[in-house]
């Protein structure tokens, strides 16, 4: 339980001017690490350090540090988030590491992520699925009491489940064919679980499939990748439900 | 005249609101069509604003820092949201709700401005339920609630431990909706830097890309700032690493009022700070209160083995156990408001009590409620914040108990506004943890999110019509306008005297040695000599930074550093006028405790005829000392009493 430090670790990390720049790998050093630190924690001394040496410091994604906002994007030692289960990069603490070691450190690597900087990606394309149909087509006011429509406590539960997805892209990072069915699963099982959001189910899936299919992501081959390195468990279930209601909009088309 | 009409209807507190949107214009929906709002901040205030204003037929822009408008700060919350809805028929009502808010803020927010967040309060859940907002429900089918700190009533609504994620990807949803059909153009990882003002009005800002580093103009109609709190002034808080006060400093600086800016919340039960390594500290949730005992060891020999490790807290009996919040108030005993349980902490680890290494903090013990209920039942209710505590502390709080401190959570303070949510300077509205309007000296529980999304859907469609209403013939704003041009010029120039600094510390450097300052001197206890020296060690740091900052990278590319620096200088000026503020106000109230106005048990003492007022700070340059003015606050509908929780 009580913290220890590590005396020193190599980091060895992918350096990446820009978009339009050929990255590589680059290891520094760093010591006395507290194994109660976090990993980004660890990152900021890495940085502060570089910086009063005179070089620039790494790029990295990321704002809430308490595994919630899906900001933090760290591809550690070959997994999404690094060697724990269901966490985010910004939980992953120094413990799970030894003294010594070298750990590399990578952007999420996929078609539909390109590299801004280091280790800072794009994932508009995430919410450009979303924008695609991820939602209730309701405005503003004139909408029923909370309380009119009962909805069964094991559905809510059911759509909690999915709706705890915080749109890292982890599971995307983690597919050899960089799909992203389980982020939009998980969207798609969220609201067709709810009668507010099965009028639209239908279409819904139908949609946002097109749109994650032109935007460059893979298709599923059912690896089960995805659901290993999601920090939040969504469950591979979804994508089953997911197949069914886009075959439901294929059919009445 | 005073600069500040408030604005407040006329009329019994229970009709104002109708009485009022009976009275201010509208603007038709083909004018809709062509005024412009720009809407800073994508959070549940800002989310929900620019996905509300957008369906009306507005033109709207949006803007946060971060990739996506999904990562607001709001994501975090945890566990609930307020409304008057009396679902549980325990005789909840509008006014109850209004009335709980204001005594809760220690009578120092607006009667009229509460009485409206309660009486808005249930068309959020129904709203939110309509977007396919998971709520908590039982078994029949119909939501269910749970009770909070400092009230006697269940009405906070909630979505496991990840209320404010939910809330906040119903009104993100709302908001790509409407970026699907062109009504809002987002800008993600941007930064608004400036306010632009045309002829005294809001008519833009000025804000940099942050992936190429371009400045940027935008123009509008109206600016609506959602940018969140300031708390990480503080260096470590329970925000984002990116929250930050620079928006709403910037309107300060272009003639925004601040209001009272010393009125920060502290929150009890915070995962303690660890050696100096640490950049954030993590919130465990108020609702843990309801079944954990908080202690400290009652012989000091104890506490001092806890300090070195040389002790087991389960190895100390219950009659060497002092749980003190139990012993100093009876009646509410753990559920004491949040104010009160941080200072009891701070008390007992300042007397030598503390439990970890650094002797700050305290235990908060789920032994008494496991052996009552049984594991599965705390586990149903706390399972993923006993997961979180485990991944950070590795300490498994089914066995052991939590250790807790407190830690700078929320700011009540902030820019000021009327009735209409509009700031003094005419088309700048301010909404959400930005402005200072419903939570006087502190908030509630669950009543940030409730007064954010209150604010978004229902506050400002309605009352920034009146505003524009007038606007109509203002043709498109041109930002090829010298103000524009001014205004770019002041951002740019101030972005290279920061870059061109070359000094020798990093940004992280002083902003940590500013958080000291004010943790020690303006955190849960403070006196005027403490506070007259916090500033003048402030403006000691600022001057440093000034000269030794060092920022590498490129202007024109990502620059994570040059964000945090001109983050930092603004905390840096929000610090000390929160000193100052702090400083003005001699009485304890809420989250603001001084140690000259206390009752000889040391509890907080208001003084009712001295500061029943909204200090409000008119900024008047660079180095000249800010000028205070005050909105005295009169209460028809409440009396005044001293708080007691004993
Ligand atoms: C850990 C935690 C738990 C909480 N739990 C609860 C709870 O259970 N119940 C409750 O009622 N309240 C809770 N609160 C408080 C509540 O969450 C916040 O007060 C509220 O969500 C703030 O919402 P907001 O829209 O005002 O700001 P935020 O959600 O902070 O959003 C700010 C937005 O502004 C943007 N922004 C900031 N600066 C700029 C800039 N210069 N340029 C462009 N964009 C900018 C950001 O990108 C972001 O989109 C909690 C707070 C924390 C920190
Ligand atoms: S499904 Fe899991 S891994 Fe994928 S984006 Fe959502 S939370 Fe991240
Ligand atoms: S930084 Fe928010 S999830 Fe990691």
């Not at chain 1, 507290?34 to 070089?55: A, H, P, R, V």
């Not at chain 2, 603007?27 to 005024?35: G, Y």
């Not at chain 2, 566990?79 to 209004?98: E, H, M, P, T």
């Not at chain 2, 309605?462 to 524009?484: S, W």
Request: with cysteine; hydrophobic share 35%.
């Amino acid at each position: 339980m009580a913290d220890k430090i590590l005396k020193e670790l190599k980091i060895k990390v992918w350096r990446q001017k820009n978009a339009k720049s050929k990255g590589k790998f680059e290891t520094y050093v760093i010591n006395d690490i507290s194994t109660g630190s976090s990993f980004l924690e660890m990152m900021d001394i890495l940085n502060n350090d570089l910086i009063e040496k005179g070089i620039d410091p790494i790029a990295f994604d990321h704002d809430c540090r308490e595994g919630i906002c899906g900001t933090c994007s760290l591809h550690i030692n070959g997994r999404p988030h690094g060697p724990d289960t269901e966490v985010t990069t910004c939980q992953l603490h120094m413990r799970k590491f030894k003294d010594g070691e070298t750990i590399i450190v990578e952007p999420w690597r996929a078609r539909a992520f390109p590299v801004i900087k280091d280790l800072v990606v794009d994932r508009t394309a995430l919410d450009k699925i979303l924008q695609a149909g991820g939602f209730v087509s309701v405005n503003t006011g004139g909408v029923p009491d909370a309380n009119a429509i009962p909805v069964a406590r094991d559905d809510a539960e059911e759509a909690m489940d999915a709706a705890a997805c915080i749109g890292c892209g982890a599971c995307v990072a983690a597919c050899k064919n960089s799909s992203a069915m389980l982020f939009v699963s998980a969207k798609v099982s969220h609201l067709a679980k709810l009668p507010q959001g099965q009028v639209e189910a239908a279409a819904r899936a139908m949609n946002m499939v097109s749109k994650m299919d032109e935007l460059g992501f893979g298709g599923c081959t059912n690896t089960g990748a995805c659901e290993v390195e999601c920090p939040k468990s969504i469950s591979i279930t979804n994508i089953a439900r997911l197949n069914r209601e886009y075959l439901k909009a294929r059919i009445s088309r | 005249m005073s600069i500040l009409n408030s604005k407040i209807p006329e009329g019994p507190l229970a009709e104002k609101w109708n009485r009022h949107k009976s009275a201010i214009k509208v603007v038709s929906p083909a004018n809709k069509r062509k005024l412009e709002i720009i809407v800073v901040g994508t959070g549940l205030g800002g989310a929900s604003a620019a996905a509300s204003l957008a369906e009306l037929g507005y033109k709207v822009k949006t803007f946060c820092y971060q990739d996506s408008p999904r990562r607001a700060h709001s994501i975090a919350a945890q566990g609930g949201i307020n409304a008057a809805k009396n679902y549980q028929n325990d005789n909840d009502s509008v006014f109850r709700l209004f009335y709980d808010t204001i005594k809760g803020g220690d009578y120092r927010a607006r009667e009229a401005n509460v009485y409206r967040l309660a009486e808005v309060s249930p068309n959020i859940i129904d709203q939110c339920v309509a977007q396919g907002v998971p709520f908590g429900r039982e078994y029949g089918g119909l939501l269910d609630n749970r009770s909070f700190g400092g009230v006697l009533v269940s009405r906070t609504f909630y979505a496991r431990g990840q209320t404010g994620q939910q809330l906040l990807i119903g009104a993100y949803q709302a908001l790509n909706r409407q970026i699907a059909k062109g009504n809002v153009e987002m800008y993600s990882r941007h930064e608004m830097l400036d306010l632009v003002k045309i002829d005294g009005k809001a008519r833009g800002i000025i804000a940099r890309d942050l992936v190429s580093g371009e400045i940027k103009r935008f123009g509008a109609h109206a600016v609506v700032v959602a940018t969140g709190g300031y708390g990480n002034v503080f260096f470590l808080s329970t925000n984002a690493m990116g929250s930050n006060g620079s928006a709403a400093w910037q309107c300060y600086k272009k003639g925004a009022l601040m209001a009272n800016p010393c009125f920060v919340q502290i929150h009890p039960t915070c995962i303690p700070v660890h050696g100096d390594q640490q950049s954030k500290l993590t919130l465990m949730s108020e609702s843990l209160r309801n079944d954990g005992r908080v202690w400290v060891p009652k012989k000091k020999e104890d506490a001092e083995k806890l300090q070195r490790g040389e002790m087991h807290p389960n190895d100390i009996p219950d009659e060497d156990r002092d749980f003190y919040l139990e012993r100093r108030y009876p009646s509410y005993g753990n559920l004491v408001p949040r104010d009160v349980a941080s200072r009891a902490a701070k008390e007992r680890c300042d007397a030598g009590y503390g439990v970890n290494g650094e002797g700050k903090a305290v235990f908060l013990d789920f032994k008494y409620s496991i052996e009552r209920l049984g594991k599965d039942v705390i586990a149903a209710r706390y399972g993923n914040l006993f997961q979180m505590y485990e991944k950070i502390t590795d300490v498994d709080p089914y066995k052991a108990p939590m250790m807790i401190y407190p830690a700078i959570h929320y700011t009540m303070g902030g820019t000021w506004v009327d009735y209409n949510l509009m700031t003094t300077v005419p088309g700048l509205y301010s909404i959400g943890e930005a402005n200072f309007s419903d939570h006087g000296a502190n908030r509630l529980g669950a009543s940030a999110l409730m007064q954010g999304l209150a604010d978004g859907y229902f506050i400002l469609p309605y009352t920034i019509g009146d505003y524009l209403a007038d606007e109509i013939m203002t043709p498109k704003i041109d930002v090829k306008a010298p103000e524009f041009a001014e205004t770019e010029k002041a951002v740019t120039d101030r972005i290279e005297k920061l870059y061109n600094i070359k000094g020798s510390k990093p940004v992280d450097y002083f902003h940590k040695r500013l958080g000291q300052v004010m943790w020690d001197h303006v955190g849960m206890a403070r006196n005027a000599e403490g506070l007259k020296e916090a500033i003048k060690m402030i403006q000691e740091i600022r001057e440093e930074f000034w000269k030794d900052v060092r920022i590498p990278g490129e202007l024109d590319n990502l620059n994570p550093e040059l964000e945090k620096a001109g983050r930092v200088a603004d905390f840096f000026d929000i610090g000390e006028l929160l000193a100052r503020d702090a400083l003005d106000r001699n009485e304890s109230c809420g989250g603001h405790f001084r140690e000259e106005s206390a009752t000889d048990e040391g509890e907080a003492k208001r003084n009712d005829e001295k500061f029943t007022y909204v200090s409000c700070w008119e900024y008047k340059g660079e180095g000249v000392e800010p000028v205070l003015h005050k909105e005295d606050l009169v209460f028809e509908n409440v009396k005044l009493t001293q708080r007691s929780y004993k």
